[in-house]
């Protein structure tokens, strides 16, 4: 679970609640039109922006935004000293039996084509065409979450006008100024709050562990090409803690 995100999200709310309480309650920011026009106004916007399918999809993008992989660069990293040197002493077949227990998926298949002797460079090919279009598809979801950030504030703006419009045409009726007058700020308050604490910080979220997920396979990458022209695993740790900063390396030789 990525703690930032559950924490940032419900402190934003906490801080809003606590402050509309000390006004003048709750109560006067729940209005079931307003909610109808900005939430149903984004997500039908949103489906006419993108093909239905990939709509649907947004609640399995979304948990990519709170759950963290667990599996450390520096795991990683030691993972393939320990595969370096089983195979510079018995052979590259020799990781055949490893691959199984290994928990990343695109480890694994890089360590496969390893195994079955594919040429260095064809290695690499496949795996970078994996990483381009994994990284498409992550910015696809990132790009979902950042144009519903867009269309919540504009059916806000759209509540709005509608509140005004309704308060004009019956200011002959003071009774009836107050709740269109609610409606039509209402309608902007919802529009800031889910653009501001909820769709636009999660593209930025997934855009984030977007480009972690990537790096972490350019790594790989490296590593399994470290490992077909096998390189000391001294080398290989050297090589592949480029990649992080110094304060996050943790060296198995010492």
Known sequence: MDVATVVG?????????????????????????SLLIVGGGTACATMINYPLR?????????????VTRMTT?????TGFITFSAKARKEGLLSLENDIADVGDVFLQKGLQLTVDGLEPQAIVDILEIEISFQASRHRLG????????????????????IGLISMLQQMDDPSAIGPAMSVALVTTFYGAILANVVFIPISGKLRARSRSETMIKELIV???LALCRGDNPRIIEQKLHAFIP???RISVFR
């Open 54 to 66: 990939d709509c649907l999809n947004t609640v399995a993008i979304l948990k990519n935004a709170f």
């Open 142 to 161: 990132a790009d979902i979450f950042q144009a519903m950030g867009a269309f919540a504030p504009a059916f806000g703006m759209l509540g709005t006008l």
């Open 9 to 33: 999200i419900l402190s934003s709310i906490g801080l809003l609640v606590i402050s509309i309480n000390m006004g003048v309650g709750v109560s006067a920011f729940i209005d079931l039109p």
């Open 246 to 248: 110094p304060s996050a």
């Open 73 to 77: 660069v520096n795991d990683i990293i």
């Open 222 to 224: 490296q590593g399994i």
